[in-house]
């Protein structure tokens, strides 16, 4: 007999843009509280256009709360649309942060 078992979480990667009002309002500050809170880790980037990059690991559920937020994000934003493609999960990343360069 079996007693207990451990559930398997699946990891997942999702690589973001998110377009609209999304810099100069806190944007990458707050998803990274948010991403703290959750668990997950990666990176958050403005881009040259306008709009804001991210790549987000973790458990899959958690991923996606997180894509859920960002589709809001924080009260100043003004978010016209999330575009997000799903990637192979690579495990790279110890933390999420905040990065300052384009490239």
């Not at 377009?19 to 990176?43: C, E, P, S």
């Not at 040259?48 to 894509?67: F, N, Q, T």
Request: charged letters at 30%; one cysteine or more; aromatic letters at 12%.
């Amino acid at each position: 007999m079996l007693i207990g078992c451990c559930a398997v979480v699946e990891m997942a990667r999702a690589h973001l843009r998110i377009y609209g009002l999304v810099q100069g309002v806190f944007f990458r500050a707050t998803m990274k509280d948010v991403a703290d809170r959750l668990g997950v880790t990666g990176w958050v980037r403005n881009l040259p256009d306008g709009s804001v990059e991210a790549v987000v690991e973790g458990p899959k559920d958690k991923v996606m709360e997180l894509i859920r937020w960002a589709h809001h994000g924080p009260p100043a934003a003004r978010v016209e649309r999330v575009v997000v493609e799903w990637e192979p999960y690579r495990g790279e990343f110890r933390d999420f942060r905040i990065r300052y360069r384009f490239w």
